[in-house]
């Protein structure tokens, strides 16, 4: 069965310096992954997704993602953080042969100034 | 212009009490859903329909009665209300054939 794991449920950063949230996938097939954004009291916003076609996925606001299948990981990186990307961070896979989705449990990120 | 909506924003009621959450998508997707979050943020999807039939029906209890008139529009009832429904519901939607899904504000359910 398709699952993901995010490794950590709070990361904090300073305003300006890199962000790193990690997800980890388990899949026996070549999954499709996604990373949603949910700010504070706001529905939940596509960041990206991966489709096979490239491992390195490029999202909205400055966001990145690289699938590695070697390291059965999905992790979101930005170069410099901006007080509005403080939100909730959800690693998610689609499950094989049905519309369903899978959503790891969320990374609290946390911009200082 | 709002692609995926959803009414009321909030809901406040009491236990035993019989409420509706409506969902609108305006982006002529085929397939709509329900999720639930709960206090802990943790999504899981409830039900699938798709083109008015359902096709995903997670274990949820059978107070909880998906509705879709039309291909635009799944509403969710949920009779006899317990503490433990509180949480918020998340609507959203997908093209056919993708499993790109995009969501609504969402609605936060308060049983008091």
């Known amino acids: 069965a398709q699952s993901v794991t995010q490794l950590d449920s709070h990361v904090s950063v300073s305003e300006g310096t890199p962000v790193l949230l990690r997800c980890n996938y388990s899949s026996s097939y070549s999954p499709s992954l996604f990373w949603y954004v949910q700010h504070p009291n706001k529905g939940l916003q596509l960041l990206l997704k991966?489709?096979?076609?490239?491992?390195l996925v490029k999202g909205i606001n400055g966001f990145e993602a690289e699938f590695k299948k070697s390291e059965t990981s999905f992790h979101l990186t930005k170069p410099s953080a901006h007080m509005s990307d403080a939100a909730e961070y959800f690693c998610v896979v689609s499950v094989y042969g049905s519309e369903k989705l899978v959503f790891g449990k969320g990374t609290k990120l946390t911009v200082n100034p | 212009d709002t692609a995926v909506s959803q009414t009321p924003k909030y809901l406040v009621t009491q236990m035993g009490n019989d409420k509706s959450i409506k969902c609108e998508q305006n982006?002529?997707?085929?397939?709509m859903y329900w999720y639930k979050q709960d206090s802990k943020k943790f999504l899981k999807i409830m039900f699938s329909?798709?083109?008015?039939?359902?096709?995903i029906n997670e274990t949820v209890p059978n107070r909880f009665s998906p509705k879709s008139p039309d291909k635009a529009h799944l509403n969710l009832h949920i009779n006899s209300l317990e503490l433990g429904d509180s949480a918020v519901y998340f609507c959203?939607?997908?093209?056919?054939?993708?499993?790109?899904?995009?969501f609504g504000p969402g609605t936060r359910l308060t049983v008091l």
């Open positions: 982006l002529g997707h085929d397939t």
């Open positions: 329909y798709n083109n008015k039939e359902l096709i």
């Open positions: 959203a939607s997908s093209p056919q054939l993708t499993d790109t899904q995009y």
């Open positions: 991966y489709t096979s076609a490239a491992t």
